[in-house]
């Protein structure tokens, strides 16, 4: 402004202001493209978090949720685990949630919740959860509290883990170990049968062959014929029970021949209306085109009679119905599985037994025990009937399964292959008694046993039958013997089961040196089993203790000296 009051323009002021505001600008729009580029790289460094943690989610199966609070609202981050099921959880909601999981697990998990909402305890529970289409599934569930003051939040943040899979695989890992479990036990009480059936059969020849010899000093004493009788008959019983022990330790080679068993079952109906218990009827289902099977009838109609055994007595005090039924299947894999020797067998045509019974049942811990020698819930002596069924139908190369409750009857099924892998022979050079009206020429016998009473009734046997004894107590004693007499010796008796060295081991010296010389080998274990382990050597033949006199004069008229 002069001094007569106009007012003037001043250019250079003016643009000195505007160049000021004109920087204050510049500077404020630097300040915010680096704002803004900051912006966009935590944008950016928020979404390749994001996408990181979907991407390990993914990788990880797992499931992640949200649970906002108070609300409750539900929300399901990442929904690999369930899949288009998820979608329909968060839909849902918490309620839902709630509901789904298994009314077993439920109240367990749902307080482990209320733990965490209220003092923060982390949260970590497997469960059994529902999807919506009804399959259920097994979770673990883990989550934490989120609680944020700027801005305010709170919620409930958890992973699932899908672990279906794992738990049926533990499941089955489970039922495996028990089948091995079971096998070892069952191995072990094979050896055990086995060894207590030779001890037995020792001790019972020294009975039943020193009772036969007495009842031939005694044939114009009727008492002390009767007493001896009795003595006799009882061994007798004593050793059908080790024959049964045996039995149980299958498999052996069995006598087989084509069998309908059907034929068996029918063969049986008179005997079976003769011992009905009173109520009990029996219902038969038998297919009329059920196949033959290679199988030992006397040991199958033993089965037969031990199984209908069982339901009359589970039966006796109420009544009810016994159902038999015959069937030809095709086992397949999936098939064997669960069944008793099922890992044992191959896929294939099997003739299936099944007998069902309304009687009281059986729990599960004596379920698990019914196929164990001696085990019985019946009176003492009972035990071995089923043991039985077990040694048998594990020979003949078939399966067993038995299912049962208590208050709901039994079912046990048995499956015979019709054409088994490997399928019994008949047994080889096992002697057979002969009448006592045989003669023989034998004359002298090496006896080779560890046993002393089986030694001293042997050679009482051979001298009532003309012959003199030689005896050695172990096998190198017997070697020793052998060399001592030479040519003397025309028949060797020799123990299977001896220490120092066994009777195979010294059957063979005795052939590699005498190729001609006949060797017989005596063994509590089964004939039929020692023949086919044995069968590379030349043997003369096999006794199985205890024998009687005419047996042991068989082995004298068969070796023909």
């Given at each position: 402004?002069?001094?007569?009051?106009?007012?003037?323009?001043?250019?250079?002021?003016?643009?000195?202001?505007?160049?000021?505001?004109?920087?204050?600008?510049?500077?404020?729009?630097?300040?915010?493209?680096?704002?803004?580029?900051?912006?966009?790289?935590?944008?950016?460094?928020?979404?390749?978090?994001?996408?990181?943690?979907?991407?390990?989610?993914?990788?990880?199966?797992?499931?992640?949720?949200?649970?906002?609070?108070?609300?409750?609202?539900?929300?399901?981050?990442?929904?690999?685990?369930?899949?288009?099921?998820?979608?329909?959880?968060?839909?849902?909601?918490?309620?839902?949630?709630?509901?789904?999981?298994?009314?077993?697990?439920?109240?367990?998990?749902?307080?482990?919740?209320?733990?965490?909402?209220h003092d923060g305890t982390?949260?970590?529970?497997?469960?059994?959860?529902?999807?919506?289409?009804?399959?259920?599934?097994?979770?673990?569930?883990?989550?934490t509290l989120l609680e944020?003051?700027?801005?305010?939040?709170?919620?409930?943040?958890?992973?699932?883990?899908?672990?279906?899979?794992?738990?049926?695989?533990?499941?089955?890992?489970?039922?495996?170990?028990?089948?091995?479990?079971?096998?070892?036990?069952?191995?072990?009480?094979?050896?055990?049968?086995?060894?207590?059936?030779?001890?037995?059969?020792?001790?019972?020849?020294?009975?039943?062959?020193?009772?036969?010899?007495?009842?031939?000093?005694?044939?114009?004493?009727?008492?002390?014929?009767?007493?001896?009788?009795?003595?006799?008959?009882?061994?007798?019983?004593?050793?059908?029970?080790?024959?049964?022990?045996?039995?149980?330790?299958?498999?052996?080679?069995?006598?087989?021949?084509?069998?309908?068993?059907?034929?068996?079952?029918?063969?049986?109906?008179?005997?079976?209306?003769?011992?009905?218990?009173?109520?009990?009827?029996?219902?038969?289902?038998?297919?009329?085109?059920?196949?033959?099977?290679?199988?030992?009838?006397?040991?199958?109609?033993?089965?037969?009679?031990?199984?209908?055994?069982?339901?009359?007595?589970?039966?006796?005090?109420?009544?009810?119905?016994?159902?038999?039924?015959?069937?030809?299947?095709?086992?397949?894999?999936?098939?064997?599985?669960?069944?008793?020797?099922?890992?044992?067998?191959?896929?294939?045509?099997?003739?299936?037994?099944?007998?069902?019974?309304?009687?009281?049942?059986?729990?599960?811990?004596?379920?698990?025990?019914?196929?164990?020698?001696?085990?019985?819930?019946?009176?003492?002596?009972?035990?071995?009937?089923?043991?039985?069924?077990?040694?048998?139908?594990?020979?003949?190369?078939?399966?067993?399964?038995?299912?049962s409750q208590p208050g709901?009857?039994?079912?046990?099924?048995?499956?015979?292959?019709?054409?088994?892998?490997?399928?019994?022979?008949?047994?080889?050079?096992?002697?057979?008694?002969?009448?006592?009206?045989?003669?023989?020429?034998?004359?002298?016998?090496?006896?080779?046993?560890?046993?002393?009473?089986?030694?001293?009734?042997?050679?009482?046997?051979?001298?009532?039958?003309?012959?003199?004894?030689?005896?050695?107590?172990?096998?190198?004693?017997?070697?020793?013997?052998?060399?001592?007499?030479?040519?003397?010796?025309?028949?060797?008796?020799?123990?299977?089961?001896?220490?120092?060295?066994?009777?195979?081991?010294?059957?063979?010296?005795?052939?590699?040196?005498?190729?001609?010389?006949?060797?017989?080998?005596?063994?509590?274990?089964?004939?039929?089993?020692?023949?086919?382990?044995?069968?590379?050597?030349?043997?003369?033949?096999?006794?199985?203790?205890?024998?009687?006199?005419?047996?042991?004069?068989?082995?004298?008229?068969?070796?023909?000296?």
């Amino acid at each position: 402004m002069d001094q007569s009051g106009e007012t003037h323009d001043d250019p250079a002021g003016e643009t000195a202001a505007l160049q000021q505001q004109l920087a204050v600008l510049r500077l404020r729009l630097e300040q915010v493209e680096q704002e803004s580029a900051e912006r966009d790289q935590l944008a950016a460094t928020l979404r390749l978090a994001e996408r990181r943690l979907r991407l390990i989610a993914s990788l990880s199966g797992d499931s992640i949720y949200e649970v906002a609070l108070p609300n409750q609202r539900f929300y399901i981050h990442s929904r690999d685990t369930y899949s288009a099921a998820s979608l329909q959880v968060e839909q849902l909601g918490l309620d839902y949630w709630q509901e789904a999981i298994h009314e077993e697990d439920r109240e367990r998990v749902l307080q482990a919740r209320q733990r965490l909402l209220h003092d923060g305890t982390p949260f970590h529970e497997e469960y059994r959860f529902r999807l919506p289409h009804g399959q259920w599934i097994h979770l673990v569930d883990r989550s934490t509290l989120l609680e944020m003051e700027d801005p305010p939040y709170r919620c409930q943040i958890g992973v699932t883990t899908d672990i279906t899979e794992q738990v049926q695989q533990k499941a089955a890992r489970k039922v495996l170990e028990r089948e091995v479990q079971q096998m070892r036990h069952l191995e072990s009480l094979i050896a055990m049968a086995g060894g207590i059936s030779h001890d037995y059969n020792n001790m019972l020849m020294a009975i039943m062959g020193n009772t036969e010899l007495a009842l031939e000093l005694a044939p114009q004493q009727p008492p002390l014929q009767r007493t001896l009788h009795a003595i006799f008959q009882a061994a007798q019983r004593a050793a059908d029970l080790t024959a049964k022990m045996l039995a149980y330790a299958g498999p052996q080679p069995l006598e087989v021949q084509p069998v309908s068993l059907n034929a068996l079952i029918q063969a049986l109906q008179d005997l079976l209306r003769a011992s009905l218990p009173p109520g009990v009827q029996i219902t038969y289902q038998l297919d009329p085109q059920l196949p033959l099977i290679p199988a030992c009838s006397l040991q199958l109609r033993q089965v037969l009679t031990n199984l209908i055994t069982n339901a009359f007595e589970a039966m006796s005090s109420h009544g009810g119905e016994l159902c038999i039924t015959t069937k030809l299947v095709a086992c397949t894999q999936d098939d064997l599985v669960g069944l008793i020797f099922g890992h044992e067998r191959q896929p294939g045509a099997y003739v299936q037994l099944s007998m069902r019974d309304t009687g009281h049942g059986i729990d599960q811990a004596t379920l698990e025990r019914i196929f164990e020698p001696f085990f019985s819930t019946r009176f003492v002596g009972r035990g071995l009937g089923l043991a039985v069924v077990h040694g048998v139908v594990r020979g003949h190369g078939g399966m067993l399964h038995v299912e049962s409750q208590p208050g709901q009857g039994t079912t046990c099924h048995l499956w015979l292959p019709v054409n088994p892998t490997s399928a019994a022979k008949p047994a080889a050079s096992v002697v057979d008694a002969v009448p006592a009206s045989q003669p023989h020429a034998t004359k002298h016998v090496l006896v080779i046993d560890d046993d002393p009473a089986v030694r001293v009734v042997t050679g009482r046997m051979l001298s009532k039958l003309g012959c003199t004894m030689c005896e050695a107590a172990d096998g190198l004693a017997g070697l020793a013997k052998l060399e001592e007499l030479g040519d003397q010796i025309e028949l060797v008796l020799v123990d299977l089961t001896m220490p120092v060295m066994s009777g195979g081991a010294v059957a063979a010296a005795v052939l590699a040196q005498h190729p001609t010389l006949p060797v017989i080998l005596m063994s509590g274990y089964a004939a039929h089993e020692v023949t086919r382990q044995y069968q590379h050597l030349p043997l003369a033949g096999v006794l199985q203790k205890p024998f009687r006199l005419d047996e042991l004069q068989g082995v004298l008229y068969h070796v023909r000296l």
